[in-house]
């Protein structure tokens, strides 16, 4: 099935900007879709499309996706923002959903 | 207000079998794209099963011919039968509602602890 690997933690400092990616082969043919999970809450969505934000998200929440990455764009990062992101795809051949691995973003 | 309350989960041993059930309010389930998604303790993100609005169903290589999801139209209930259970099978599984693609509305999840 669909593989998509991503960093598995990054660190960025208040008011800078996060660039998550997901990586996968020729992942700019799928739509991609953006999670956010904070410690002991379900995930939500924040990104869907590749670029659509979800009402109630951030405009500081964008994303991008071409070739073999899709990213996931956090500016202006706040102490908030600290959380797991995953991206998820839906794999038309097979039905399945797939998530990436996922990736840790600290807040420094 | 859309909501997905998880109840069926607990301790069982390698081999047994466990029926999660996904009460849902705010919408019906037999309009909708419902899914489980699993996450193991520490882990990511598993997509586990979907049911389409027109009863078509999908699983996780994991899980086929293990696990089969249903629902009831008229108790507006979702439901996740698990057999074979294995101990890698460990995780809090989340009820979810979503359009073809995407996740929208997540239940609080519940934890199936496999283990002897």
């Known amino acids: 099935s669909y593989v998509m690997t991503q960093p598995p933690s990054l660190s960025v400092a208040p008011g800078k900007t996060a660039r998550v990616t997901c990586g996968g082969d020729n992942i700019g043919t799928k739509s991609v879709h953006w999670y956010q999970q904070k410690p002991g809450q379900a995930p939500v969505l924040v990104i869907y499309f590749d670029a659509d934000r979800p009402s109630g998200i951030p405009e500081r929440f964008s994303g991008s996706n071409s070739g073999n990455t899709a990213t996931l764009t956090i500016s202006r990062v706040e102490a908030g923002d600290e959380a797991d992101y995953y991206c998820?795809?839906?794999?038309?051949?097979?039905?399945?959903?797939?998530f990436g691995s996922g990736t840790k973003v600290t807040v420094l | 207000e859309v909501q997905l309350v998880e109840s069926g989960g607990g301790l069982i041993q390698p081999g047994g079998s466990l029926r999660l059930s996904c009460a849902a309010s705010g919408f019906t389930v037999s309009g909708n794209y419902i899914n489980w998604v699993r996450q193991s303790p520490g882990k990511g993100l598993e997509w586990v099963s979907v049911i389409y609005p027109g009863g078509n169903t999908f699983y996780a290589d994991s899980v086929k011919g293990r696990f089969t999801i249903s629902r009831d139209n008229s108790k507006n209930t979702l439901y996740l039968q698990m057999d074979s259970l294995r101990v890698d099978d460990t995780a809090v599984y989340y009820c979810?509602?979503?359009?073809?693609?995407?996740?929208?509305?997540w239940g609080q999840g519940i934890l199936v602890t496999v283990s002897s």
């Open positions: 979810v509602r979503g359009e073809l693609q995407t996740f929208d509305s």
């Open positions: 998820q795809v839906w794999d038309s051949s097979s039905g399945h959903r797939v």
